[in-house]
């Protein structure tokens, strides 16, 4: 099932920085972990980052200390900051969610994010 849960991509210039929503209002009272994964053209979709439902959040190695995730509770709104944005960070963003009332995940459709060198 692939919902519209993201929003926030864009163009931007290499050294910008750009933050991506993921929308956990539907799921919120299923406290879910919600991950984030990109797929560049090409390549295979890729881990980013996820913030799980105890806070806890893990990072890729490639975008440890430049992305940052966190949460909204109020707005049921997970954000993806990114800052220092590389060219190599060009790719479809998406957001999952994994419900622990259904013990399943529900996957966004997509934002893309393009950095111009």
Request: proline share 2%; glycine share 8%; charged share 25%.
């Amino acid at each position: 099932m692939l919902l519209e849960l993201e929003s926030g991509g864009g163009r931007v210039q290499a050294g910008g920085s750009l933050r991506l929503s993921c929308r956990t209002r539907e799921y919120a009272f299923c406290n879910p972990d919600v991950t984030w994964y990109r797929q560049a053209p090409g390549k295979e979709r890729e881990f980013v980052s996820e913030i799980a439902n105890d806070g806890t959040t893990t990072y890729a190695d490639s975008v440890k200390g430049r992305f940052s995730v966190s949460q909204d509770t109020a707005k049921a709104t997970v954000f993806l900051q990114m800052s220092s944005l590389k060219s190599e960070d060009t790719a479809t963003y998406y957001c999952k969610i994994f419900s622990y009332c259904t013990n399943e995940d529900v996957w966004g459709r997509g934002t893309q994010v393009t950095v111009s060198s």
